[in-house]
């Protein structure tokens, strides 16, 4: 009797440590939490009574937040009260100002690009024009941020904007009313010949399903009995606009997505609400490397439910959730508290902040650690790298000197000049810059000293340092040497090895300056090879179906059996947790 006596003392002290571990844990946590508080205040308190110079408290502590939530990723930020409108932008798509975007050149602040129809458009503003003031303040050392918060204020409001447009001596004096902007997410839409609607949606902002929505009814009332769903570049947003997007075209209780993270009460999974509005359309999405997140819902949840065709090349590879959190003194942190499921139940988060490299560099998940997982129709697809498109067409690779001929201005200058001399120019989709106009670019390159940088002579200086101090330098000089000189800049050879990119890149700018972002498009449609393919998809029924059927039984059809890209598989599925969230959950 002792011993079972002895051996539930035993036992019942055994259950009562374990179950006091995690207290335990818990406890030596909020240690840490509150020491570390008290080191940095009292850290910072002594900087400020005894450091030898004054000490900018705020610019101090607001570096050391960012560069704290930098050792996590990229898409948990802090908002100090003044950059508030910042996240009410990325949020909603609105804003009160003049409709621009600026940008610093030439030691000035410069309107980047009026948009369409917007008060800075209706005020005469050009791509070019230096800002000089502001409401009779000089604005010629201004920072854009400093330009920025003087253009924006309360709808209906006037301000007075002193310019100087180039090319000509005197400045101008305009009076512009400001407005509350609403970014339209619908770029731009149109329905080809042969019934085929297109629409190029650019963000996932509030009430941007909504947008969707109207645009698909105005296509097919055109006459659209396909469509194609242009989400290249297009970062993410709100990811309940993205639920609803998909609800357009899926039936009303579907999961779409599920949402988990450390805290389990906020796990969701949210279903589609409402009747959908075309269940039948044939639909072709078209994705890319920009592509992320919001985006990425949509398009993998339409492929994991064989709702639609992607065509283009692997998406970013965003599975992370962020929702806003309020903070003391009007402040805000937009924080990752989540990863998202599709449908077939995996997660395409493509990189893993939680395991850095030593210099403190994120890899990707490697292919071959990814997890195989199903379509409805037994279609195989993969997690761990963003979404692999159904039809891959390849990205052409340019050369870096069209990087640094737009960052360095040197295109927007070149245009600029060039746009003084024309009244007008072709419709967008015909516009091509003529070789008398690239050999004039190449000579304004020449006369603006165009230097620029490589990665790959970087590297090779890399290299040249560790065969150094392996020793293998005396056995490959010349090879070496031969090397460095084919991988020397040199603009001339480069503005004619890469002329085509960089010609691409000269008539977007001309084209934005006659036609917006909507000639932009146009014209960038008339030679895109990935847009071509979903036309020539849609036009083809027997094999955009084919796409949609697991290999093992699309092996009769010759022509998907040749096209179909070998895409890889998935696994595990998601718990279905229902519920809804009061607040508003990002996922960019």
Not at 472 to 498: G, I, N, S, W
Request: net charge negative; charged share 25%; with cysteine.
């Amino acid at each position: 009797m002792k011993k079972y006596f002895f051996l539930l003392l035993v036992l019942s002290a055994t259950l009562h440590a374990v179950a006091q571990v995690p207290d335990v844990h818990q406890n030596k946590r909020y240690y840490d939490i509150n020491k570390n508080i008290d080191i940095f205040t009292s850290l910072l308190r002594e900087l400020d009574l005894f450091y030898v110079d004054s000490v900018e408290v705020n610019n101090l502590v607001q570096g050391t937040i960012h560069s704290m939530l930098s050792r996590l990723d990229p898409y948990t930020e802090y908002y100090a009260e003044e950059n508030m409108g910042d996240l009410q932008f990325l949020t909603t798509g609105e804003y009160a100002g003049i409709g621009a975007i600026i940008s610093y050149n030439n030691g000035q602040v410069i309107i980047n690009e009026p948009y369409e129809g917007l008060p800075a458009d209706k005020a005469g503003l050009k791509a070019g024009d230096a800002v000089l003031e502001i409401d009779g303040e000089d604005m010629r050392k201004a920072s854009v941020k400093e330009v920025s918060d003087k253009l924006k204020g309360i709808p209906g409001t006037r301000l007075k904007l002193n310019i100087q447009r180039p090319g000509e001596s005197k400045s101008r004096t305009v009076t512009i009313e400001r407005e509350k902007i609403e970014m339209d997410p619908v770029t731009y839409s149109e329905v080809t010949d042969t019934g085929i609607g297109y629409l190029h949606f650019g963000s996932f902002t509030t009430q941007s399903a909504d947008r969707v929505k109207e645009t698909v009814i105005e296509l097919k009332k055109k006459g659209a009995s396909s469509l194609i769903m242009d989400l290249r570049g297009n970062g993410g947003g709100i990811l309940d606009e993205a639920v609803e997007v998909v609800n357009l075209f899926v039936p009303k209780g579907e999961e779409i997505v599920s949402t988990k993270g450390k805290v389990k009460q906020w796990d969701r999974s949210y279903f589609t609400q409402n009747q959908p509005l075309d269940e039948i359309i044939p639909i072709v999405v078209l994705i890319d490397t920009g592509s992320a997140s919001a985006s990425e819902i949509v398009a993998g949840a339409l492929q994991d439910m064989d709702r639609a065709v992607i065509v283009g090349n692997r998406s970013f590879g965003k599975g992370l959730v962020q929702t806003p959190r309020n903070l003391p003194y009007g402040g805000n942190i937009k924080i990752t508290t989540s990863k998202y499921y599709i449908p077939s139940g995996r997660c395409i988060q493509a990189l893993d902040y939680s395991h850095r490299n030593p210099d403190g560099s994120v890899a990707r998940v490697p292919d071959s650690l990814t997890t195989l997982f199903h379509t409805r129709n037994g279609r195989e697809v993969r997690d761990g790298g963003g979404i692999t498109p159904d039809i891959t067409i390849p990205q052409r690779r340019g050369g870096t000197i069209a990087y640094y001929l737009m960052t360095g201005n040197i295109i927007f200058d070149f245009v600029t000049e060039w746009v003084q001399q024309q009244k007008e120019i072709a419709p967008p989709h015909l516009f091509r810059l003529s070789d008398e106009d690239y050999d004039s670019f190449v000579r304004f390159v020449r006369s603006r000293n165009f230097t620029y940088d490589q990665l790959s002579e970087r590297s090779l200086q890399q290299l040249k340092g560790m065969m150094e101090f392996e020793g293998y330098m005396d056995v490959a000089t010349e090879e070496y040497k031969a090397l460095e000189e084919k991988l020397r800049p040199d603009p001339d050879r480069d503005l004619h090895l890469f002329k085509e990119d960089i010609q691409s890149l000269i008539e977007s700018e001309i084209v934005q300056r006659f036609y917006y972002k909507k000639g932009v498009l146009q014209h960038q449609l008339s030679d895109d090879e990935v847009y071509g393919r979903a036309v020539e998809l849609l036009s083809h029924p027997e094999e955009y179906q084919a796409i949609l059927q697991p290999r093992d039984k699309a092996t009769n059809n010759q022509y998907a059996e040749d096209n179909l890209d070998p895409t890889p598989p998935l696994s595990g599925h998601t718990p279905r947790v229902t519920g809804e969230t009061a607040l508003a959950t990002l996922c960019r």
